[in-house]
């Protein structure tokens, strides 16, 4: 039997995007990825990004913002950062981790002005689908990009 893929979502406050991918992953591609998520700096989770997941029927709402020095220890195969930002910044893995960039619009910065409501929910949604979509095409595309390597 194989051994699920380790796989890190790379965000700069893993407090939304990268936080969203790692609860579509768990969901969607459980059975072949183990799934984590971290951030360049440590934040906290946002609460628009909990909210829209959950109306798509994943709860991240026990996930928490974790620093990706935390994570150190454990020997993924693949990083995927989902913001320039941390693509930027993205620290060095030892062994044979593979990185990927899949860049997300922002919505904590896309909506800064915007009251709560609708229109401020609409920009994580459109996220959220995007990254869905991402997330069901793995973990083929993580072996594409990656140059077809082994994993």
């Not at 798509?56 to 693949?78: C, M, Q, T, W």
């Not at 909506?111 to 409501?117: K, L, Q």
Request: hydrophobic share 35%; charged share 30%; aromatic share 8%.
């Amino acid at each position: 039997m194989r051994n699920k893929l380790k796989v890190l979502f790379l965000c700069t406050g893993n407090s939304c995007r990268s936080q969203m991918a790692e609860g579509w992953t768990r969901e969607l591609k459980g059975n072949v990825i183990e799934p984590w998520s971290a951030g360049v700096i440590k934040t906290r989770l946002n609460p628009h990004a909990v909210a829209v997941m959950a109306e798509a029927g994943i709860d991240i709402s026990n996930h928490f913002s974790k620093e990706v020095h935390e994570l150190r220890d454990i020997p993924f195969d693949y990083v995927v950062t989902v913001c320039d930002h941390a693509r930027e910044t993205c620290p060095f893995f030892p062994g044979k981790v593979k990185k990927i960039h899949c860049g997300f619009d922002d919505p904590p910065s896309l909506t800064v002005n915007m009251p709560n409501g609708e229109r401020k929910l609409d920009v994580y949604r459109r996220v959220r689908d995007e990254i869905r979509a991402f997330v069901e095409t793995l973990p083929e595309r993580l072996l594409q990009e990656a140059g077809g390597a082994d994993a």
